[in-house]
């Protein structure tokens, strides 16, 4: 069994990817700043004798390098980020320290304690509005935002890490992820934990054009174990894989579902198309089965319906 070291552990994915390692026998040491991270994300896996936890931020120069200096896991899992699009257009400069920087000291760390694994949350965000589908992972890269671009910037730094020091390092390229835990409130929220709040307060929602658009949507218990193979599955080399379900959702079918649960509830209303939004996003599945043996098994369905269930 593995001791694996994740940043950003109280998050949305950060906590499923934690529960995950727990469940599979690992030991998993924590750490946050609950800057966007909730304490009861971590409600289970307190319960854990596997899990400790130490509150603290990974940007902090010389705080990680102590934390894994004591703790000497064989892998790190660095969820830690500005999570934002938007916030990383109008904070350029904290986008650069919590995105960029933050994955340098992650990197440092790891090779100046002789970690030899890295697990990076990236993003679809680094391939722009591409519009050549479904996106495979020697797509040129046109990131559109700060955020999209520090990703990218980050997955540069750790692979360059990772050739010099002797690092596996994968990064995971996450599509549009859903499920419990995620914050509607959030600037960065997904349409779909935007939809299950309207519909958990009684109110219809409002799709802008037809609803035909369409979105690699995946279950965030699907994404915990894409991390939990990367982090421990032996022998794996670096690379980078798109996690992803390689079926297309459109925002229709969606609401569907959520209407099963909610008959009471008005139909959608619909608005006019938002200018900048991207029409279809679809991802290839092959290198993260190929590198990984990973395969999405929650169906869109199915992890909608758990979401309006537990919440």
């Known amino acids: 069994m593995a001791k694996i070291l994740i940043t950003g552990s109280a998050g949305f994915i950060g906590s499923h990817t934690t529960d995950r390692l727990l469940a599979d026998g690992h030991t ?10 909730r304490r009861q994300n971590l409600a289970e896996a307190s319960k854990s004798p596997q899990f400790s936890f130490h509150e603290g931020d990974v940007a902090k120069p010389g705080e990680l390098d102590a934390l894994v200096a004591s703790v000497k896991p064989d892998g790190i899992i660095h969820l830690a980020a500005l999570v934002s699009v938007q916030e990383s257009m109008t904070n350029p400069d904290l986008n650069y320290s919590l995105n960029i920087h933050a994955t340098h000291l992650v990197a440092e760390a790891a090779r100046k304690s002789g970690v030899k694994r890295i697990v990076f949350a990236s993003s679809a965000a680094i391939y722009g509005d591409a519009t050549a589908l479904p996106i495979r992972e020697g797509l040129e890269k046109k990131p559109i935002s700060p955020y999209g671009a520090a990703k990218l910037a980050s997955e540069a730094i750790l692979l360059g890490h990772g050739a010099a020091f002797g690092i596996t390092v994968r990064c995971q ?29 009684g109110k219809s929602v409002t799709i802008y054009g037809d609803g035909q658009q369409t979105r690699d949507f995946i279950s965030v218990h699907d994404v915990a174990r894409a991390n939990a193979l990367a982090a421990t599955k032996p022998g794996i080399a670096s690379g980078v894989a798109n996690i992803c379900t390689g079926r297309a959702t459109s925002l229709l079918d969606a609401v569907k579902v959520f209407g099963k649960h909610y008959p009471q509830i008005a139909p959608p209303a619909h608005a006019a198309p938002r200018t900048g939004d991207i029409i279809h996003s679809l991802g290839a599945a092959d290198e993260a089965h190929a590198a990984l043996g990973f395969s999405a098994q929650v169906s869109v369905e199915d992890g909608l319906t758990e979401l309006i269930r537990v919440g």
């Not at 929220?189 to 307060?201: A, C, E, L, P």
């Open 28 to 37: 998993v040491v924590g750490i946050d700043n609950f800057r966007t991270g």
């Open 173 to 201: 390229r996450y599509f549009n992820v859903f499920g419990p835990r995620q914050d509607p409130a959030s600037p960065y929220s997904g349409v779909i934990s935007i939809f299950d709040r309207r519909y958990r307060d």
